[in-house]
């Protein structure tokens, strides 16, 4: 069983940066893929970004690319979300989660969670 836990979050200004961290607990970690979700009030959880095991690979919802930067630490066991050039509409909770396979196909393969951390960027 997989413990996630994200941290990081908080209230930064349009245009700002924050860096998320999620710490991950297990012996298999660096066997996963890994992502980051966020969902803002009144809407669906949706996609951020994700990592295969080895980190070699990464991916992004469109609506953060470049401006995101998703990376991995397999020896510490951490996953980081570099967010830069904030936007309101970034303002959510993120969650850190883990996929069944050990790269990334689709967002219905994360089925482990974290609890969330807030973001806020104000205009």
């Known amino acids: 069983q997989v413990q996630l836990v994200e941290s990081g979050g908080g209230l930064v200004q349009a245009g700002g940066s924050l860096r998320l961290s999620c710490a991950a607990s297990g012996r298999t970690f660096s066997t996963y893929a890994m992502g980051w979700f966020r969902q803002a009030p009144g809407k669906e959880r949706a996609f951020v970004a994700a990592i295969n095991w080895s980190g070699g690979s990464t991916y992004y919802a469109d609506s953060v690319k470049g401006r995101f930067t998703i990376s991995r630490d397999n020896g510490q066991k951490m996953v980081y979300l570099q967010m830069n050039s904030l936007k309101p509409e970034d303002t959510a909770i993120y969650y850190c989660?883990?996929?069944?396979?050990?790269?990334?196909?689709?967002?219905?393969?994360?089925?482990?969670w974290g609890q969330g951390t807030q973001v806020t960027v104000s205009s």
């Open positions: 989660a883990r996929s069944l396979l050990n790269y990334y196909v689709a967002p219905a393969d994360f089925r482990s």
